[in-house]
């Protein structure tokens, strides 16, 4: 099964912070990547999709990058609603597999 | 609007069986592709199953894990879709999500998930 790896597991940051997730894949996932938001006690949304496209009504300041087996995440003006857990997954082949996700808390 | 509710969560000893049940709405189930996924306390999201459409051979793919063990189906004529789990271990215990497939199978769409609790 191919792993995916998060880092950092958890990071702090203010409001209007610049936020980067890296997510590495085990092996050559072309750009079948996928990134949700999930808050405490809810089900993950959906946010990100091929890497870099967004899923509408996601806000712009929320993006995505990369291919092959290095990806990024990136939240360019972080806002209260962003505090959240984010978890990258690959759909390049089954078994599916998500990284270990990452939190994203308030400094 | 989509909508995927689950049901038949609950208390189950190690050894035992659940039925788990997503219904959906609002897009042509029978069409879909749908995975179910999981999230034991505290931990992250793990991938348990996907099934196809029946134009696509209903071909279902399993987690390692559970691979065996649990058993995905659908009916497109109550446009639901299950999750039969036997041999239920305490490592079982989590929330179930039903998710749809977007694209190339991204989960796109989540339910409100199930609990399920394994325990002596």
């Known amino acids: ?107 | 609007e989509v909508q995927l509710v689950e049901s038949g969560g609950g208390s189950v000893e190690p050894g035992g069986s659940l039925r788990l049940s997503c219904a959906a709405s609002g897009f042509i189930f029978s069409n879909a592709y749908m995975n179910w996924v999981r999230q034991a306390p505290g931990k992250g999201l793990e991938w348990v199953g996907r099934i196809k459409s029946k134009p696509d051979g209903e071909t279902i793919d399993y987690a390692a894990p559970v691979k065996g063990r649990f058993s995905i189906s659908r009916d497109d004529s109550k446009n639901t879709v299950y999750l039969q789990m036997n041999s239920l271990k305490t490592e079982d215990t989590a929330v179930y999500y039903c998710t749809t497939c977007g694209g190339d199978c991204y989960s796109n769409y989540w339910g409100q998930g199930t609990l399920v609790i394994v325990s002596s």
């Open chain 1, 1 to 107: 099964a191919i792993r995916m790896t998060q880092s950092p597991s958890s990071l702090s940051a203010s409001t209007g912070d610049r936020v980067t997730i890296t997510c590495r894949a085990s092996q050559d996932i072309t750009t079948y990547l996928a990134w949700y938001q999930q808050k405490p006690g809810k089900a993950p949304k959906f946010l990100i999709y091929a890497a870099s496209t967004l899923q509408s009504g996601v806000p712009s300041r929320f993006s995505g990058s990369g291919s092959g087996t290095d990806f990024t995440l990136t939240i360019s003006c972080l806002q209260s609603e962003d505090f959240a857990n984010y978890y990258c997954q690959q759909y390049y082949n089954y078994p599916f597999t998500f990284g270990g996700g990452t939190k994203v808390e308030i400094k």
